[in-house]
C-alpha cells in the first residue's frame, strides 16, 4: 500500500505557493507575499514534487 501512496505522490500536481501580490523585499531576494526565493519562483515549473514539498514545507519557517 505504501509504494501505491507513492506512485500517486509522483503523479500529483502541487500547486504553487503564489498568491499573485508578488512584490519583492528591499533587497530583491525574496517575495514577501509567498516568501519564496527568486530561484524558488522562477524555477518552480522545472522543480520535482520532493522540492516543492520541500519549499513549501520551509515557508512556514520563514514566517517566523
Known amino acids: 500500500k505504501n509504494f501505491f501512496i507513492y506512485l500517486n505522490d509522483l503523479k500529483m500536481k502541487i500547486e504553487s505557493p503564489c498568491r499573485n501580490k508578488c512584490q519583492l523585499n ?21 522543480f520535482s514534487n520532493k522540492r516543492k ?4 514545507n520551509s515557508l512556514e519557517l520563514r514566517k517566523l
Open 26 to 46: 528591499k533587497d530583491g531576494s525574496y517575495c514577501v507575499s509567498c516568501l519564496r526565493l527568486l530561484s524558488e519562483i522562477s524555477g518552480w515549473k522545472s
Open 53 to 56: 514539498k520541500k519549499i513549501i
